[in-house]
T-cell receptor, first 114, second 117 residues
Framework: AQKITQTQPGMFVQEKEAVTLDCTYDTSDPSYGLFWYKQPSSGEMIFLIYQGSYDQQNATEGRYSLNFQKARKSANLVISASQLGDSAMYFCAMSSYGNNRLAFGKGNQVVVIP | DTGVSQDPRHKITKRGQNVTFRCDPISEHNRLYWYRQTLGQGPEFLTYFQNEAQLEKSRLLSDRFSAERPKGSFSTLEIQRTEQGDSAMYLC???????????????FGPGTRLTVT
């Protein structure tokens, strides 16, 4: 079974500052993918970034980067230069390469303040 | 193509009634997923289809739930004899293989929010 843990309380971030969202995972699958999604108040899940378990380099997508530490089973999301539009819930998720269904954590609430 | 669409966006029903939700995936996507999200939680997997075949169902999907994807295009999720515990956001996602990088990337619809009174 796959398990994602996100335990940080809600976070307030100053605009233009960076924020790190923690995610740890547990799986027995040798091959898996890690994802981060953003869910604004409108409810839609928006894909942000992906990291494969065999990727040698940490993934980056614009202002998003993923700090992947495989031995520690962590996949933290870093958002640089926060913007007001970054205020949302952020979910870490994982899937195995076989079935591709996603297992999500409980999410991190981020509020960006001017 | 405007992405994954779901209908209705909101549904209020009385306990014991049947409800049906529809999901229209991105047209070239062969995989379609249903998830349920309750307040304060992340989405939980319910079931997924590859083309018209339902390949996996979660234990969360009780006998009152049924999903179909005729002809491998749109999908419907029906809940019979609704209970208050069924109140949640029902999310649909679709995916296709992307070679760069190699993975199935899931794109979500806006969800259907169900309230059972």
């Amino acid at each position: 079974a796959q398990k994602i843990t996100q335990t940080q309380p809600g976070m307030f971030v100053q605009e233009k500052e960076a924020v790190t969202l923690d995610c740890t995972y547990d799986t027995s699958d040798p091959s898996y993918g890690l994802f981060w999604y953003k869910q604004p108040s409108s409810g839609e899940m928006i894909f942000l970034i992906y990291q494969g378990s065999y990727d040698q380099q940490n993934a980056t997508e614009g202002r998003y980067s993923l700090n992947f530490q495989k031995a520690r089973k962590s996949a933290n999301l870093v958002i640089s230069a926060s913007q007001l539009g970054d205020s949302a819930m952020y979910f870490c998720a994982m899937s195995s390469y076989g079935n591709n269904r996603l297992a999500f954590g409980k999410g991190n609430q981020v509020v960006v303040i001017p | 193509d405007t992405g994954v669409s779901q209908d209705p966006r909101h549904k209020i029903t009385k306990r014991g009634q049947n409800v049906t939700f529809r999901c229209d995936p991105i047209s070239e996507h062969n995989r379609l997923y249903w998830y349920r999200q309750t307040l304060g939680q992340g989405p939980e997997f319910l079931t997924y289809f590859q083309n018209e075949a339902q390949l996996e169902k979660s234990r969360l999907l009780s006998d009152r739930f049924s999903a179909e994807r005729p002809k491998g295009s749109f999908s419907t999720l029906e809940i019979q004899r609704t209970e208050q515990g069924d109140s949640a956001m029902y999310l649909c996602a679709s995916s296709a293989w992307t070679s760069q990088p190699g993975r199935y990337e899931q794109y979500f619809g806006p969800g259907t929010r169900l309230t059972v009174t």
